[in-house]
């Protein structure tokens, strides 16, 4: 039996939800991660920092008792936001990054970016106070193919963005492709990617191949079997610009399982004991802890979290529920497609 101790993880891009749905998944994320990232894409999103404020209560109200967990607060980037607002914000820790959804990308993005010289002068104000911006990267011209769309995005968003604000600090959501992890690592430090755990476990066959699955079904979409390979690579290099950012996403099943089903892969039960899986298989169980819980906190210049939890290889594999009921309806958990053996607790 191998046993590891780590530093407590953090989830530096996480979808909570509101309302029924949030008190159903906080508690399987605030089991193991001291901190997450707190996406903004409710609706409506969370724009200001009254939005924000409100959204922070109700995620420590909705927090179990005796469950230690800070929500990271983000806002929603329009082209009406309030560079004032979003300084004040960031001085008084309210809120720790700006998220950046192109118009229409993914789940409630109607009120994102349309055009990006529009929001110019709130980056620059990000990046004379070192604001971090979390980017979800894909284009949304309905000409370019949805497996092209990160690394258009890339070429001609991204790119020119950070060539016009080099100060900016950047987070490149939920990295899919080779193109992404190369243009991460040409980087320098002022340039960070999250990484999922599914998108390191799947490719686009899971969503295809055999009949359509919706619940593998993100964005953005899994691609190719050399991406996920790309990706992994990437994530247990140990290169500091590479941090886990779940994207644990629940939806509840009848919004997946139709004929437009939403995008998103809820993740949050089973996500580290995954991770543990995937970074045995690659013989790198050595810098899980960097990739979960030190990279991070390097890019978002945060402590690491003091307390630790212990990942143990069991014997048998380890049950997990296949779908959490919410009040709302069932959310259905990740199938990793493999039995996973890894069980976590906090010593
Ligand atoms: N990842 C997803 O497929 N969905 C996310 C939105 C996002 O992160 O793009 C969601 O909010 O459901
Ligand atoms: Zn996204
Ligand atoms: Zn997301």
Not at 83 to 93: N, W
Not at 312 to 336: L, N, Q
């Amino acid at each position: 039996m191998k046993k590891l101790t780590i530093r407590r993880p953090d989830d530096w891009h996480l979808h909570l939800r509101d309302g029924a749905v949030l008190k159903a998944v906080l508690p399987y994320t605030a089991a193991h991660f001291g901190r997450a990232i707190v996406m903004p894409n409710l609706v409506p999103p969370v724009v200001t920092c009254a939005d924000a404020e409100a959204y922070r209560r109700r995620i420590m109200a909705a927090l179990p008792e005796g469950l230690d967990f800070t929500p990271l607060m983000t806002l929603y980037l329009t082209e009406e936001t309030d560079a004032a607002d979003v300084e004040a914000g960031f001085r008084d820790g309210l809120v720790t990054a700006v998220k950046l959804y192109p118009a229409g990308a993914t789940t409630n993005s109607q009120s994102g970016v349309r055009d990006i010289a529009r929001v110019y002068p709130v980056l620059e104000r990000m990046a004379e106070i070192g604001m971090p911006l979390c980017v979800h990267g894909e284009v949304t011209d309905p000409r370019i193919d949805i497996f092209d769309r990160e690394a258009v995005f890339i070429e001609t968003v991204l790119d020119p963005l950070r060539r016009r604000i080099p100060g900016l600090r950047v987070v490149m959501e939920h990295v899919t492709t080779r193109e992404g992890v190369d243009y991460v690592r040409a980087q320098d430090g002022t340039m960070g990617a999250t990484i999922t755990t599914h998108h390191l476990m799947i490719n686009r066959n899971a969503i295809l191949a055999g009949g359509i699955r919706p619940h593998y079904y993100c964005l953005p979409v899994a691609k190719r079997e050399e991406h996920r390979l790309a990706l992994r690579r990437a994530a247990t290099s140990g290169d500091a610009r590479f941090f886990l950012g779940t994207d644990s996403a629940p939806h509840v099943d009848p919004l997946k399982e139709c004929a437009c089903g939403c995008a998103g892969i809820f993740s949050a039960p089973n996500t580290l004991s995954c991770l543990a899986h995937v970074f045995e298989e690659e013989g790198a169980l050595d810098r899980l802890e960097a990739f979960t819980s030190l990279n991070g906190p390097g890019f978002y210049r945060l402590p690491p979290n003091e307390q630790h939890v212990t990942l143990e290889r069991r014997d048998a594999p380890v049950a997990f529920p296949a779908k959490v009921e919410t009040g709302e309806g069932t959310v259905t958990v990740f199938d990793p497609m493999t039995p996973i053996f890894w069980s976590v607790s906090m010593p």
